[in-house]
């Protein structure tokens, strides 16, 4: 599986497929294009060559050198195979060699999988009250390296 750089026509394809990766959460909202024409060194997808897009990760690097995951997803068939291990490992490089010191992404607290896969990959997790429209969020945070 390669992992390479994400264009528009990668984000135009996995919103249009968003079930495979959501479910039923419908999340094309937060796939805004600034993430690709503002962010595109920052956005990953792992592709199989001529088949859809695996797996992606769009994320930022900020003002704070925190290397900002905004989404990740595995498409549903593809996951428990370290894909999105994988897609944070070449994030973290990227975002390390642009001047990252520290790792951030957050979740709704009922999304269990992201909990595990966050604790798994290092993260400290800590429950925010507050973070997002008075609601509470789990925060992830880690070393870049
Ligand atoms: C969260 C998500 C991106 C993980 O992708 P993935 O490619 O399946 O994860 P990986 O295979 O790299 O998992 C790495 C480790 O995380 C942990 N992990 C991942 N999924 C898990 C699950 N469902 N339950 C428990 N632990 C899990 C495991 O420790 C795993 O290592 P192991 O398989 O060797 O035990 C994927 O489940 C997904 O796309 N979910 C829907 C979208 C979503 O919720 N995104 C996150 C929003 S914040």
């Known amino acids: 599986m390669r992992i390479r750089r994400a264009t528009m026509q990668d984000l135009n394809a996995v919103v249009a497929d968003h079930a495979a ?7 094309r909202a ?6 690709i024409h503002e962010f595109g060194d920052f956005a990953l997808v792992a592709q199989e060559r001529e ?3 695996a797996g992606y990760l769009f994320g930022m690097l900020t003002p704070k050198r925190v290397g900002y995951i905004h989404i990740v997803a595995v498409r549903d ?4 195979d370290g894909l999105a291990r994988r897609l944070y490992g070449e994030f973290a490089g990227i975002a390390e060699r642009s001047g990252a010191t520290a790792l951030k992404a957050f979740t709704r ?13 290092g993260f400290a997790v800590q429950e925010v009250p507050n973070y997002a429209w008075g ?8 070393p870049v390296a």
Do not use: Q, Y
Not at 21 to 27: C, I, L, P, Q, S
Not at 30 to 35: A, T, V
Not at 109 to 121: G, Q, V
């Open 77 to 80: 068939g593809h996951r428990r």
């Open 30 to 35: 937060i796939h805004h294009p600034l993430l």
């Open 135 to 142: 609601e509470m969020r789990v925060v992830f945070t880690r």
């Open 109 to 121: 607290p009922e999304n269990e999988t992201s909990i595990a896969f966050h604790s798994a990959l």
């Open 51 to 53: 088949e859809p897009v």
């Open 21 to 27: 990766f959501w479910g039923e959460r419908d999340v």
